[in-house]
């Protein structure tokens, strides 16, 4: 299944060699951004030239061709899989063949008469793995043997209309503290894998464990605090005091202070309203985001879990009263709560926001650590445990809509969380999922998903599954207008 991508490289005027090695980039293939291999990145002579990307390093070289197995210290030792010489050879792959990325070495080199060396790369004890061939059409197909590991290739999107580029897979830090029983060593090798992975926004609140999601994020950032698009948020009650909650001007100014110490910084990258505040003016609210906005305290500013209309109704505020405005949405997303398709993913495209969704795995319903005939242990479980009973209507549709997809994943040779995260950010609004990890272990598992590209048959049959702009748990949205949940609202 999925598409099959082609490579053509040509022989150029240069003698020099061409290599691709997982390990030692100089740029990536910018060609073919949303699929495999992942981790093949491209050096070559400054003298040669390419088609390919205008940011790609130049690939045109004299052909020969060798596929070292697992274990070979030069291309031409005795295990080579496949070796071929021309001036114009082609590699082919198809994308759910890599869907489970192994590592694997691909040198192309010059002619073995040229005495070229590479042992000092060094692509063949870290990059090299078992690579089955055939042929296809005449070219020559690599299929991998081994599970995820290595490189990852992440994508990245433009958030919304603010020219700044985030990974379509941002860091979640919900489960930082006591929410994720989390210590700092944890978020420290969570927060540096990340990075280090190519995440580059990372989502945090104040209301995330009273405080200690910010403050541990912000020991855990240190040094590298400036190659983060650092987003928090703030309404959320914070302790007893009445006023200590909402979007009026007194309180977002002593929350975003509270937010800025406890996270070591001196400004916010994204400003975000947890919940929509029906007590407070949506011109109050702009008012004060604007002037924090302009006193460099805050770059953007943006709303989470806001209905549709809510986002219009800011909107128009924003433009008639000449104050800033929101620039994002975060919603509730997964392939089981699929109705802000058809309400609010339509406005955030409408006007321009980017879009960060919140519970791509749905509280872990798709992480395939729930299934029929299992006790469900997951850590959401612990503590919403309303959410997994299976005795109620909602949950036993979850369940069932699970062991479709699980069975859909398996036959596409995906993971649940390849098929769930690869489902969100295949929607044309969304700019990235956000991931909440636990555990090195979960962000690995995560990580897997930066480069998933659905094919249309797949992203059908999801949408047999669970039919677009349907919620199998419409209730455990939030998101809900308070007139539909509270009846005095809708009487006299």
Not at 277 to 303: C, H, M, V, W
Not at 313 to 341: C, F, K, M, W
Request: proline residues 6%; aromatic residues 6%; charged residues 20%.
């Amino acid at each position: 299944m999925g598409d099959i991508w082609e490579i053509d490289f040509e022989a150029g005027s240069s003698g020099s060699p061409l290599s691709l090695f997982p390990q030692q980039c100089s740029s990536r293939i910018g060609a073919i951004p949303n699929d495999r291999p992942r981790s093949l990145c491209v050096s070559a002579p400054r003298s040669a030239s390419t088609g390919l990307d205008d940011r790609s390093s130049p690939i045109l070289t004299p052909a020969f061709a060798a596929f070292s197995r697992t274990g070979a210290s030069t291309p031409e030792a005795p295990n080579t899989a496949a070796a071929a010489s021309s001036s114009t050879f082609s590699f082919h792959w198809a994308s759910a063949r890599f869907a489970r990325t192994g590592r694997f070495s691909l040198l192309v080199t010059g002619p073995p008469d040229d005495g070229i060396d590479k042992r000092n790369i060094d692509p063949y004890s870290r990059s090299g793995t078992v690579i089955r061939f055939h042929r296809a059409r005449g070219s020559v197909i690599a299929e991998e043997d081994h599970p995820p590991e290595g490189t990852l290739l992440m994508q990245y999107r433009t958030l919304g209309r603010t020219g700044v580029q985030i990974s379509t897979l941002a860091l979640g830090a919900m489960n930082f503290g006591r929410i994720g029983r989390t210590g700092q060593e944890d978020v420290d090798s969570l927060v540096g894998s990340a990075l280090d992975a190519g995440i580059n926004l990372i989502d945090t609140a104040d209301a995330y464990s009273s405080g200690e999601s910010e403050e541990m994020l912000g020991k855990a950032l240190g040094h590298r605090r400036d190659d983060v698009v650092l987003a928090t948020k703030a309404t959320l009650p914070m302790g007893e005091d009445r006023n200590h909650r909402g979007s009026s001007r007194r309180w977002l100014i002593t929350a975003l202070e509270g937010s800025l110490r406890r996270l070591g910084v001196d400004h916010i990258d994204l400003y975000q309203m947890h919940r929509w505040d029906p007590n407070t003016s949506d011109e109050e609210t702009l008012s004060a985001l604007t002037d924090l906005q302009q006193a460099g305290k805050i770059r953007y500013f943006g709303s989470s879990t806001f209905p549709a209309y809510r986002i219009v109704q800011a909107q128009g505020v924003a433009h008639d009263r000449r104050l800033g405005r929101y620039v994002t949405e975060q919603p509730n997303y997964s392939i089981l709560q699929r109705g802000i398709e058809g309400h609010v993913l339509p406005v955030t495209e409408e006007h321009g926001l980017g879009v960060l969704a919140w519970s791509p795995l749905a509280s872990g319903w798709l992480s395939g650590a729930v299934r029929e005939g299992r006790e469900i242990t997951t850590s959401r479980s612990t503590f919403m445990q309303p959410r997994f009973d299976l005795t109620v209507p909602a949950n036993r549709a979850k369940l069932d809509a699970v062991e479709q997809l699980a069975k859909l994943a398996d036959d596409a040779s995906l993971t649940m969380i390849q098929l769930a995260l690869g489902f969100v950010t295949a929607h044309r609004a969304v700019t990235a999922a956000i991931i909440g990890p636990r555990t090195l272990e979960h962000l690995s598992s995560q990580l897997a998903a930066a480069d998933t590209v659905l094919s249309t048959e797949v992203l059908d049959a999801i949408d047999a599954i669970v039919p677009p702009g349907i919620d199998l748990a419409p209730a455990e949205k939030n998101d809900t207008p308070p007139a539909l949940l509270d009846p005095t609202l809708r009487r006299r």
